[in-house]
């Protein structure tokens, strides 16, 4: 590990099972560092907060805080990866992301959706979140949903056999585990699975230890 102070990385073991980092001094409990660990090690294996609470036997609000905070460390990483690529953007499409409650709609409204824009470059997805479509008095209505997408969504050419379009699988799929989350969160749990999809295990462990 590295002092969250001075980024050494020796340590001297005191005898109350604490260490104290040879440079700065600064102490830290093994037994913290330990469930700081196992949350993290809960989070890699995808355990939503709540199983991860049951199977640590830890507080669930204890694990929601972490895991938000290595949502937005990993939403900030990936935004500086995206940033910092060279972008080919061999593919993108646009995506709208439906909640359970909207699905089970029998006419589904394209003005609540999630309006996501994809990209597929350097061998990995991106992805930027969209304004809401503004309705107007002179729009279509829920029964031409098909037809709008047929003619203005943005996509590349033969999208059904994309990662993109195995992004959005994965997306849907991952999302389900989920009883609601609040739009305003949206963007977090969207780079979470672009995080989880273009990284494996091990790379996301390495990740997050440097962040």
Not at 34 to 46: C, L, T
Not at 80 to 97: A, G, H, L, M, V
Not at 106 to 127: C, D, Q
Request: glycine letters at 2%; hydrophobic letters at 30%; one cysteine or more.
């Amino acid at each position: 590990m590295k002092c969250q102070n001075c980024n050494n990385t020796t340590f001297y073991y005191l005898k109350n099972d604490y260490i104290k980092c040879k440079e700065c001094a600064k102490k830290y409990s093994l037994k913290k560092l330990q469930r700081e660990e196992n949350i993290k090690k809960a989070f890699i294996e995808n355990l939503n907060a709540l199983e991860s609470s049951k199977a640590l036997n830890l507080n669930y609000r204890t694990i929601k805080d972490r895991y938000d905070e290595y949502r937005y460390k990993i939403a900030m990483f990936l935004e500086n990866e995206y940033n910092n690529s060279i972008k080919d953007n061999s593919e993108y499409e646009e995506y709208y992301y439906f909640n359970q409650r909207q699905k089970n709609k029998k006419k589904k409204s394209l003005y609540e959706a999630i309006n996501i824009m994809g990209f597929y470059s350097n061998e990995k997805v991106y992805t930027l979140l969209m304004p809401k479509l503004r309705q107007k008095t002179n729009d279509i209505q829920d029964d031409s949903f098909e037809t709008y997408l047929k003619w203005h969504k943005l996509h590349s050419k033969q999208a059904h056999q994309t990662k993109l379009y195995e992004f959005w699988k994965y997306l849907e799929n991952i999302l389900k585990k989920y009883k609601g989350i609040k739009e305003e969160h949206f963007f977090y749990y969207l780079k979470e699975c672009e995080f989880r999809f273009n990284y494996e295990e091990n790379e996301q462990v390495l990740i997050l230890e440097g962040l």
